[in-house]
Structures are given as structure tokens and as C-alpha cells.
């Protein structure tokens, strides 16, 4: 008999179906500590100074003005302070059939534009951009193959007592690229004006406020929810519920900047000069052009379909700076999975590249050739180094291969090989393997083109 106890099983199955929902992973949040000097700091591992904020004052004598929260309420200066923010702010609207409305009856609160203030606040210092990379991302239904998040600042938004309030309603995303929004509650002493965020007959409840908070106690606090989640503040019954609002896009992450590094110079690399160099040398693949190949110097799930999926993304290193440069010559460079033998040697000469010369036996056929074809939606090369062998033609024609010819620069590295194939072969029914590793192949055009394109 199960030793499970009768009366836990359906709470059990209950869990486990709520836990392979998609949709019960829809929101995420968290708070951060306010610490005021080193000392307060010290005592948590994760804690935030306070947040200031600065905009410009309807009050043209005053020009820009300025607040630290969370403020004094026994400084009349601070709580002056904070009654001029709220005033400074407008109406706050709301999408309604693709017009901007306002009504009170439905949303009562005040907003400013984010071209009209500032603030030292960063969500990525924080590590809440990255937690929602982490939590948020790998559920959304877009599926797209990114790791990063974008946030960008969208509004201030002040929900004040009495009756500040905005009732349940679906955001309009502002981009295809937008998947969420992220609002972070500044620390402002308030009662009431809950977050509650519904989706797919879930609901969740983010309560920041706390009229009796000291400034001692204070803390940021956060949530994130999918674009498609119903949500809504409830009334502020006491203080000011400050909030700032953020939209959140899909982004190239660490590890995901292929082609897409804007804030990198690929001249800066110390690796462009001596690529510029080999390209502009007309003795550099002098047959007419053709394709060089490097083995990856670090390790990747590149023989599962999850991992495949990653490149080039997820290249990183020197992986990933051989990868921009050559692409920022305009060669074609793909990752592509390399079948070899082990016992395979890397043999260096005199030239600039290690042109395949060994022969490899196929059945009763030997070529001078690596094979290169399609497995698993990857491309697939052989040969390398090889020395002689009876390969069973069977086994090439499973990864459906066209013999094409590979210039090596650079042996494999062992930290980058996985498990291939194992096959038999000979009288004796001996055991060979085969394994697997990435390489990045580059096609380079003939010297002549090469010169033209300079």
C-alpha cells in the first residue's frame, strides 16, 4: 500500500496541476529595504538608498524642484515638498477604443509624463529587471528566444485618500516587442490602494501600503504582470500611493547580443585588426574562397533542440567575438554542430589554415572531404582530421550529408564535445564513437571579391 496519505491526495493533484499551468505563472514582485547610511545597509544583503525624484514645477518661480522619499512627516519642509509634487501632477487617463479618456468614475488618480521628471531609481541596479528575465520570460506565450528584459520609464502616477482608485481593466501593449508592465511602489506612507492582478481564474494581491511605516521600515516595493492580465488598484483610503510605471519589452539579454550589440565597437576588438589582416591578404584561402571553420572554445547545450534553438545567441567569449567580427565583414558565419571521430588529432602546418589532406573511408569510397548536412534542424560536418577508417555508409546517410570541403584555423577543444554516436565496423565487430562539437563556419569569398569589397 502507498504509504501517502488518503486525505492529502487531492490537495496533492491540485498542486501539481496548478504547477504545470502555464497560466499560474503570471505575476511576480518583491520589496527592498530603504537604508538611509552605511550602517542600515550592512545589516541587509539587498537594500536601496532613498529615491529622489526631481521634475519640472508648474510654479515657474520655482523652476525644478526635488524630493526624497520616503519624507519626514515632522519636517514641514518635506511634507510641503510632497504636497507640491502632487500638485504638479495631471489628471490621469486611461485607453478606451483606442482614444485617451478621462473619468473619474472609473480611474481617479494623477500622472506625470516621464519627459517632465527624474529619478535616481534604476530597476536593473536592483536585480528586479533580471528576476523578472528569470521568472516572466520563459512563460510568455510569444516564445520568443531572447534572456533580456527592456523597462522603460512610463509615467508617475499618484493614487491619493480619499477615493483614489482604477477599476479593473486589461493594458493595451504599445509594441509587439511589449509583453508586461512593471510598477514599483516609492516608499510613501499610504493605507489601502491595493494591486490585484487576475489572470486565467488566478488572482494575486500586492498591499503596500502601511500608514504607521517609519522611515526606518521603509521600502521599495514591486510587481510585474504579463500585458493580458486583468488588473486593478483598489481605494486609497489614507496618504499617497506613488507609484512609477514601466513597460516591459523583449531585449537581448547576456549572452544574446548576436548581431545586435549596439553599444560595442567590433573595431575595438583585438581580434578585427588580425581578421582584416587574413581578409585583405590575397594568399588567405587562396582556391577560390570557400569555408574556414573554428572549433567553439566554450562548452553548450549545442546537442539538445533547446540548445540549437540558442545559437548564435547564446555564443560567449571569444565565441562571440570571432562571431560579430566575422559578420561585420559581411561573411556568413553560422554555428553548426561538427561530428568527428575521437581519436581524430589536430595536425598544424606551415599555412595559415590546416587544409584537410587525411582521407576518410566511406564504404568503399575514400574522399578527401569533410560531410556536411542536416540533423535536428543543425548542420552537420564530419571528417575532421580523420584518420582512415570503415565508416558504414549507413550511418553518413542518416545525417543526410553533402561532401564539402572545410579550411580548419583551429583544432576542438575537449570541454566542448558531446556523446555523438557509437558504430561498429570490421570482421571483429569493433566499437568506434563519435562525438559531437560546435564550430563556427565561415564562408569567405575568393581573394578578388575580397578586394573589391575592401
Known amino acids: 500500500m502507498s504509504g501517502e496519505q488518503p486525505h492529502l491526495r487531492p490537495i496533492a493533484k491540485e498542486l501539481g496541476d496548478f504547477i504545470v499551468q502555464t497560466a499560474s505563472n503570471y505575476a511576480c514582485g518583491g520589496a527592498i529595504p530603504i537604508h538611509r547610511n ?13 529615491v529622489v525624484l526631481r521634475w519640472d514645477s508648474l510654479d515657474l518661480s520655482s523652476g525644478v524642484a526635488k524630493i526624497t522619499l520616503p519624507v519626514d512627516p515632522s519636517n514641514p519642509d518635506d511634507v510641503s515638498t510632497l504636497e507640491k509634487l502632487i500638485r504638479d501632477c495631471q489628471p490621469a487617463s486611461f485607453g478606451m477604443n483606442g482614444k485617451e479618456v478621462l473619468d473619474d468614475t472609473y480611474r481617479k488618480a494623477t500622472k506625470m509624463d516621464r519627459s517632465n521628471f527624474s529619478t535616481d531609481f534604476c530597476p536593473y541596479e536592483l536585480g528586479i529587471i533580471d528576476t523578472i528575465a528569470q521568472i516572466l520570460l520563459p512563460g510568455s506565450k510569444e516564445n520568443i528566444h531572447t534572456n533580456g528584459v527592456k ?13 483614489g482608485f482604477f477599476k479593473a481593466h486589461v493594458d493595451t501593449p504599445r509594441s509587439e516587442q511589449q509583453f508586461g508592465s512593471l510598477v514599483v511602489s516609492l ?12 489572470h486565467a481564474g488566478h488572482s494575486t494581491t500586492f498591499d503596500w501600503g502601511n500608514a504607521s511605516q517609519q522611515n526606518d521600515e521603509a521600502c521599495i516595493q514591486w510587481a510585474a504582470f504579463y500585458s493580458d492580465c486583468e488588473h486593478e488598484v483598489l481605494e486609497v483610503t489614507s496618504g499617497h500611493r506613488i507609484t512609477l510605471t514601466y513597460n516591459l519589452y523583449y531585449a537581448p539579454g547576456r549572452g544574446d547580443l548576436a548581431d545586435n550589440s549596439p553599444a560595442m565597437d567590433v573595431k575595438s576588438l583585438p581580434l578585427y585588426a588580425k581578421v582584416d589582416e587574413a581578409l585583405k591578404d590575397p594568399s588567405f584561402m587562396t582556391k577560390g574562397g570557400g569555408l574556414v571553420g573554428l572549433y567553439c572554445q ?3 547545450a549545442h546537442a539538445t533542440t533547446e540548445g540549437a534553438k540558442a545559437l548564435p545567441s547564446a555564443l560567449k ?12 565583414f559581411g561573411l556568413d558565419v553560422q554555428a553548426m ?4 571521430h575521437d581519436i581524430s588529432e589536430y595536425c598544424n602546418d606551415d599555412d595559415d ?5 587525411e582521407p576518410i573511408q566511406i564504404g568503399d569510397e575514400v574522399v578527401n572531404k569533410s560531410f556536411i548536412g542536416n540533423k535536428d534542424k543543425g548542420v552537420v560536418l564530419g571528417g575532421y582530421g580523420a584518420a582512415e577508417g570503415d565508416l558504414p555508409m549507413e550511418t553518413i546517410d542518416s545525417w543526410q550529408g553533402d561532401l564539402k570541403h572545410v579550411a580548419w584555423i583551429r583544432g576542438p577543444s575537449d570541454v566542448n564535445k558531446n556523446f555523438g554516436m557509437a558504430y561498429m565496423y570490421g570482421n571483429q565487430h569493433e566499437v568506434d564513437f563519435m562525438y559531437t562539437s560546435l564550430a563556427l563556419i565561415m564562408d569567405v569569398p575568393p581573394a578578388a571579391e575580397r578586394q573589391q569589397n575592401a
Open 38 to 50: 552605511v550602517e542600515a545597509k550592512e545589516r541587509t544583503s539587498l537594500s536601496a538608498p532613498p
Open 151 to 163: 523597462a522603460e520609464l512610463y509615467k508617475l502616477n499618484v493614487y491619493a485618500a480619499p477615493s
Open 187 to 198: 516608499p510613501c506612507r499610504h493605507e489601502g490602494g491595493q494591486l490585484a492582478v487576475r
Open 298 to 300: 566554450h562548452a553548450y
Open 317 to 328: 567569449g571569444i565565441d562571440m567575438a570571432i562571431y560579430s567580427v566575422f559578420r561585420s
Open 337 to 340: 554542430t561538427v561530428l568527428r
Open 353 to 357: 589554415v590546416n587544409e584537410i589532406t
